[in-house]
């Protein structure tokens, strides 16, 4: 659904856009002049001579991605970021025009404001589907032609073959494009209390589930804690440390700590290890408790 803007921003936005394309265009020379002055003496009157002279040209670049429902308005000023973004980076030295250098920028800019502002729910998470959602209508209109709401197998196939992307990854672009968000205190049928959410499955444990998980994990760190007071206080210091923290410390460090090899420390850790299996498989009286599924 496109989002209007109140009539006072609209009036704004006109105003700057009017404004903006009635900057002079620059020669290249000039051009060079002013990357230059901002690159070496960050002088910023010539950087704001630079973006000025090129705002038309965030202006034209958001014009194109109106049809995403988006403001204007604020499609250029996402473009407006990219065109700062490209004059900080632009290096006059490669004899490439800044307009074309910060197309690529102001493109990408508005794109990643579309994607994040089409939808309540993120879309275009991976490059695949980016390049799906700014892709995928052009492509299907230009295959499908006229018949471009109803595309076949044959359509998806060709996007994807072109796009270099999987099959399903169109299909489900296609439903995406194809539909709005959704409240899910939407009602399922007019007139009905029932709700979408009501419908959705619950995965979370139940308390029971919850209290047992718990009283088997305080079992197992008992079991574990008897096992440990058999091992040597070298060797158990080399379990906790290698085995029992989120980062375990390195052969090295417990060598240097222990003084001895690491070599050594290996030794140690695997003796141990093996003291700890014979314990627990002795100790527990089914063996499934201790390796739950």
């Known amino acids: 659904m496109a989002i209007t803007e109140d009539p006072e921003t ?3 936005n006109s105003r700057f856009i009017r404004t903006a ?6 020669s290249r020379e000039r051009e060079f002049e002013l990357a230059l002055a901002w690159r070496n003496e960050k002088d910023e009157a010539s950087l704001h001579s630079l973006i000025n002279a090129y705002t038309r040209l965030a202006v ?3 014009g194109r991605f109106r049809h995403y429902g988006l403001p204007l308005g604020d499609l250029v000023q996402e473009g407006m970021i990219g065109l700062m ?6 290096d006059p030295d490669r004899e490439v025009r800044f307009s074309t250098y910060s197309s690529w920028w102001i493109r990408s800019a508005i794109q990643d404001f579309i994607l994040r502002n089409w939808s309540i729910v993120r879309t275009g998470t991976t490059s695949a589907q980016k390049s799906l959602f700014f892709n995928l209508r052009r492509l299907r209109a230009r295959i499908d032609g006229a018949n471009a709401s109803l595309m076949g197998d044959t359509a998806r196939q060709k996007i ?4 270099k992307v999987k099959i399903t990854d169109v299909e489900g672009m ?6 709005g968000d959704q409240s899910l205190n939407s009602t399922v049928i007019d007139g009905s209390d029932d709700q979408l959410q009501d419908l959705l499955p619950d995965d979370s444990l139940s308390p029971e589930q919850v209290v047992i998980g718990l009283k088997d994990a305080e079992t197992r760190s008992r079991w574990l804690e008897s096992a440990l007071s058999e091992l040597s206080d070298r060797e158990r210091k080399i379990i906790r440390e290698r085995r029992l923290v989120d980062e ?4 090295e460090q417990l060598g240097k700590a222990l003084g001895v090899s690491k070599e050594r420390v290996r030794q140690l850790e695997q003796r141990a290890l093996g003291k700890l299996r014979q314990h627990l498989l002795g100790s527990v ?5 201790l390796f739950p599924n």
Not at 21 to 26: G, I, N, S, T, W
């Open 248 to 251: 375990g410390a390195t052969l």
């Open 174 to 179: 296609e439903v995406r494009l194809g539909s």
């Open 10 to 12: 609209q009036a704004a």
């Open 85 to 90: 973004q490209a004059a900080e980076r632009f």
């Open 60 to 62: 034209s670049i958001a």
């Open 160 to 163: 994807a073959d072109e796009l």
């Open 285 to 289: 009286p089914v063996r499934n408790d």
């Open 21 to 26: 394309m009635k900057e002079p265009l620059l």
